[in-house]
């Protein structure tokens, strides 16, 4: 077994492990899409899934619920708006504001995608053995950071080492 640099260093390097296992699972997600000719990359499931229950919303409703930046919902809209699967108008009450909605190609396309999420969570499911005891930790990292961001909590550990 080769030797695993960021697994051998433990939670100092929690987001570099984290951000690992996102990228292998978003890797193979997109070439399960690729071999099976499905035109969608993987960060787009929740924006679809969003407006399979909301029907219209804007960018900022999208935002918000996920903790995404505006900006990032931006340019994931517009992707998803080339390809095809979305609809933007503009609000009748507020013109600033552009109503996003699913297409007719997206909406055909549904059952397709439904189908592959379900494989896919059964997949998450079998690869935690069942066992979903890391939610609530993550839950826990989620609420600290939105109560003291890591930003504060880095900064204050630095400045107490430095000025002991």
Excluded at 67 to 89: A, Q
Excluded at 127 to 140: A, G, R
Aim: a neutral charge; aromatic letters at 10%.
């Amino acid at each position: 077994m080769e030797f695993d640099f960021i697994k051998d260093l433990g939670y100092k390097a929690l987001d570099s492990r984290l951000k690992r296992i996102s990228d292998r699972m978003s890797h193979d997600v997109r070439k399960f899409y690729k071999e099976f000719g499905v035109d969608v990359e993987p960060n787009w499931y929740l924006i679809f899934m969003m407006l399979q229950k909301n029907k219209e919303i804007s960018i900022t409703d999208i935002a918000e619920p996920l903790g995404y930046s505006h900006p990032s919902v931006v340019v994931i809209v517009k992707k998803m708006t080339e390809k095809g699967y979305l609809n933007i108008k503009k609000d009748e009450t507020d013109m600033r504001k552009q109503m996003i909605s699913l297409s007719p190609k997206a909406i055909e396309m549904l059952p397709q995608l439904e189908k592959i999420w379900d494989s896919c969570e059964r997949a998450i499911l079998k690869l935690l053995s069942e066992d979903l005891s890391l939610f609530p930790y993550l839950d826990n990292i989620d609420q600290e950071l939105k109560n003291d961001s890591f930003h504060n909590r880095f900064k204050q550990e630095y400045l107490k080492s430095i000025n002991p």
